[in-house]
């Protein structure tokens, strides 16, 4: 899974891109954006991977993980950036929005911000659909066929709704038309979690951060999410040890570090739930959207377990972990569930696939 950090300038997305991967790429100074895009790896947090790792002691112990892009800032009007071919591809975007004073003492506006943002991606999936129609009318002209007849007819309903302001993504398109037009990775197609960069004595509002912002017209929109950070100090923050960690969230009145309400934000937003392998080498965490069937996680892991696939073993992580990883006493408990390819894997099971692969 891609994440792509988008905003207006300097809103805080590379700070929040910093805070999410570990990474530490310079941020932009009043006057002087960087221009950069920059690509990193978030880890997802799981304390079931850790208790796993901690049952099984592996050689390796790996989390689920989510592609981040960080893009340049855009301003009103000039979009260029988003066309960066790294960033195209993601699965859904994290809207990071200033709701803190900025460099001149300018109070925020995330209400407005949000708007903004939108109405760019919509032009911009407008610029790709004009072109794409202009195009096709010529190659229908020379020469007819069902294919661009039919592209054509989805394009041209999707051009008005986009021009009164619909982003894609709220559309209620049919799955073959939501399939035909996935190869122009249009922008206002992907689910989009606006984050709210709070300045750090203002904390305090994200409990309320609807009303605080009079965001409720947004909060109900399909596949959006409103989320928050407060970049600066939650940065800050992580960079503490364990405990320190702790008592420094406690003081800002924080229930966990950023990156873990972000990701599960992220979780949500793209309908996710994870499930694990465990053994001696590895126990890992995957991540498939909710609804996978057991063959289709299979292949999560590799296109060869999906093939040959025969069976699945499951077992549920509390199960486990109430066995402290014996796999004989959750035998034992009847506990253990040996399920088919059409099985649905739910959030935090263990599962072991059978297969195998002709030679
Ligand atoms: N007070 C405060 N300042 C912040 C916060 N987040 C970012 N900043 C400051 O805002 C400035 C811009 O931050 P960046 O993370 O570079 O913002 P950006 O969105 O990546 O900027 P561009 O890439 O230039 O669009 C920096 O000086 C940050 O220190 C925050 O939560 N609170
Ligand atoms: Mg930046």
């Not at 975007?93 to 919509?122: K, M, W, Y």
């Not at 209620?172 to 399939?179: T, V, Y």
């Not at 206002?188 to 904390?203: D, F, G, M, V, Y």
């Not at 937003?269 to 694990?276: D, E, H, M, P, V």
Request: proline share 3%.
């Amino acid at each position: 899974m891609k994440i792509g950090l988008v905003g207006l300038s300097r809103s805080g997305k590379t700070s929040l891109f910093n805070l999410l991967t570990g990474q530490s790429v310079a941020t932009s100074t009043f006057g002087a954006s960087r221009g950069e895009l920059h690509m990193g790896v978030a880890r997802v947090p799981d304390e079931r991977v850790d208790r796993l790792s901690a049952l099984f002691k592996p050689k390796k112990t790996t989390s689920a993980t989510f592609e981040v892009v960080d893009l340049a800032g855009i301003t009103k009007g000039e979009r260029q950036g988003l066309d960066a071919k790294e960033f195209r591809n993601a699965d859904a975007l994290l809207h990071v929005v200033r709701a803190f004073p900025d460099a001149t003492g300018a109070a925020p506006s995330p209400r407005l911000d949000i708007v903004d943002l939108e109405t760019e991606l919509i032009l911009a999936d407008l610029e790709v659909i004009e072109r794409r129609l202009q195009r096709l009318e010529a190659s229908i002209k020379k020469k007819r066929t069902d294919a661009d007849v039919k592209e054509q007819a989805i394009l041209l309903r999707l051009k008005p709704a986009l021009e009164a302001e619909t982003p894609i993504r709220a559309m209620d398109l049919p799955e073959d038309e939501a399939k035909a037009i996935r190869g122009f990775t249009f922008l206002s197609q992907k689910p989009i979690l606006h984050c709210l960069n709070l300045a750090e004595k203002e904390i305090g509002r994200a409990a309320s951060l609807v009303e605080s912002f009079g965001l409720a017209d947004l909060a109900g929109r399909p596949a959006t999410r409103l989320g928050w950070v407060s970049a600066v100090i939650e940065a800050e923050v992580a960079q503490l040890a364990g405990d320190e960690q702790a008592a420094f969230l406690a003081d800002l009145g924080l229930a966990e570090p950023a990156i873990k309400r972000v990701l599960t934000d992220c979780y949500t937003l793209l309908g996710l739930i994870s499930f694990f392998t465990v053994g001696e080498d590895e126990v890992r965490a995957w991540s498939v959207p909710r609804g996978t069937r057991a063959q289709e996680a299979a292949g999560a892991i590799h296109s060869d377990i999906a093939r040959g696939f025969i069976r699945a073993e499951v077992v549920g992580y509390d199960e486990l972990l109430a066995a402290e990883g014996s796999m004989a006493l959750v035998r034992e408990r009847g506990q253990f569930k040996l399920e088919g390819k059409e099985y649905v894997v739910r959030d935090g099971e263990v599962c072991h696939f059978r297969f195998n692969v002709a030679k």
